[in-house]
């Protein structure tokens, strides 16, 4: 599944020790876009904290995974981004218009390749 949105609040990390060594967690919280915008609380585990340096007013697609569980009778849902995209917001060249007219520049040289 996929959730695209602006965050709009950044948790801080959690780490800790478990018996396969040293974790870490980042939790946001995404705003989607649309006349009723809804908040998701969405975690990143592990690596993907550092890989994806993220900030606050960050435009990102999420690829999640939905889960709930069972804890003494109570149940709990995780939505983890497992890969995180941020749009470019207009800094690439992709988003760059083609030449028109008025900003063409014809080449001054006076010779002509063309056969007709």
Request: aromatic letters at 8%.
């Amino acid at each position: 599944m996929e959730i695209s949105g602006v965050i709009i609040n950044l948790l801080p990390q959690q780490s800790g020790q478990g018996k396969n060594g040293t974790w870490k967690k980042q939790e946001f919280i995404l705003e989607t876009p649309g006349q009723y915008p809804k908040k998701v609380c969405l975690h990143l585990w592990g690596e993907k904290v550092d890989e994806s340096k993220l900030s606050v007013g960050d435009k990102v697609t999420a690829s999640i995974n939905i889960e709930s569980r069972e804890y003494n009778g109570r149940w709990y849902t995780d939505v983890r981004a497992w890969k995180i995209q941020k749009e470019s917001g207009g800094k690439s060249g992709e988003d760059v218009p083609p030449p028109t007219e008025d900003n063409f520049v014809p080449d001054s040289s006076g010779t002509d390749d063309l056969p007709f």
